[in-house]
């Protein structure tokens, strides 16, 4: 016999095999498409703002986003696994040290301001084929033969003459 547990664990992973949900934390600004069905028409409208809390319990998983809408701050929780979300995007990523930002409740203006976070691993990372200087092709991260080449014209002799002819020039 499955228990509660068992059973929400199957209907997240079903959930997840249909959409995909990114990665995202408090302090991250993201925009939510929210489906809004007005009579027989159905609609998306976007709800932007800073995430300030996120739950994880399984299927119970939910998230509040809080904004501010002409001068006043509006927040809105979301269940994760929710149909009513048609997209989930993050704008960008906040430096934050709580799990919980409710403290931006009271605050205005730029103190109610987060940090962007600078992510090292942008883009993914693959190993191509690069020509170096000896003309054999080998397996090289992407930006290193590149940086070969900028070395090779830095120091290339032509260059150095050059260099040496400003600074007698400038005596």
């Known amino acids: 016999m499955k228990n509660i547990e068992e059973i929400n664990r199957e209907s997240v992973k079903k959930i997840l095999a249909k959409t995909k949900i990114p990665e995202f934390f408090p302090g991250d ?3 939510v498409g929210v489906r809004i069905s007005e009579g ?4 998306i409208q976007h709800f932007e703002g800073v995430c300030i809390s996120k739950k994880n319990r399984d299927i119970n998983s939910s998230f ?3 904004k501010i809408s002409f001068g006043e701050g509006v927040e809105r929780t979301f269940a994760l696994y929710s149909p009513i979300i048609g997209s989930l ?3 960008r990523s906040g430096k934050v040290r709580r799990a919980k930002l409710y403290y ?3 605050r205005k203006g730029k103190s109610a301001r987060i940090a962007e976070k600078i992510r090292k691993n942008i883009g993914v990372d693959v190993l191509k084929k690069v ?3 000896d003309e054999n ?3 090289t991260e992407p ?7 900028v070395k090779e014209k830095i120091f290339s002799p032509e260059l150095k003459s050059k260099k040496e002819e400003l600074k007698t020039k400038k005596k």
């Open 29 to 31: 600004t993201i925009k």
């Open 40 to 43: 027989k028409r159905e609609r």
């Open 64 to 66: 509040t986003v809080r």
């Open 89 to 91: 995007q993050v704008i």
């Open 104 to 106: 931006l409740r009271d």
């Open 131 to 133: 020509e170096t200087s």
């Open 137 to 139: 092709k080998k397996l």
């Open 143 to 149: 930006g290193e033969g590149k940086l070969k080449e």
